[in-house]
């Protein structure tokens, strides 16, 4: 992946991967980032792709995002207007409604001066 591209608006809640067209969002349910892939391209190496309509303060992600691990368990949800709306098949936060907060760039291995 390349490097988090420095974020374009104060208070910004995705995070932008350098000419990759993958984008991530800090969970609040499991407290991992989520990444989600827009370039068509990007499925012949393996990656679905998601319609994303461009805000990077109020996203609105599709379809629904789904992230499995045996160390979070299952996070099901979709982004609307910035708003992460939990399916009721969620490991955590099941049925809630919780606006994404700014991302985190200070926990990014590409940091820089502020």
């Known amino acids: 992946m390349g490097n988090i591209i420095k974020p ?19 969970c609040p349910a499991c407290g991992h ?10 499925e012949k190496i393996g990656f679905k792709t998601w319609q994303f309509n461009g805000d990077l303060m109020l996203p609105t992600i599709s379809p ?3 992230y499995t691990s045996n160390e979070i368990g299952r996070c099901h949800s979709f982004v609307e207007n910035g708003v992460m ?14 606006k994404l907060s700014p991302f985190d760039y ?9």
């Open 8 to 26: 374009k608006h104060k208070g910004q809640v995705l995070a932008e991967i350098e000419e990759a067209g993958i984008y991530g969002f800090d």
């Open 33 to 42: 980032t989520h990444y989600f892939n827009c370039l068509a391209e990007n």
């Open 85 to 98: 709306k939990f399916c009721g098949d969620s490991s955590k936060l099941g049925g809630q409604h919780i």
């Open 106 to 114: 200070s926990c990014s291995e590409e940091y820089w001066d502020k």
């Open 64 to 66: 629904s995002l789904l």
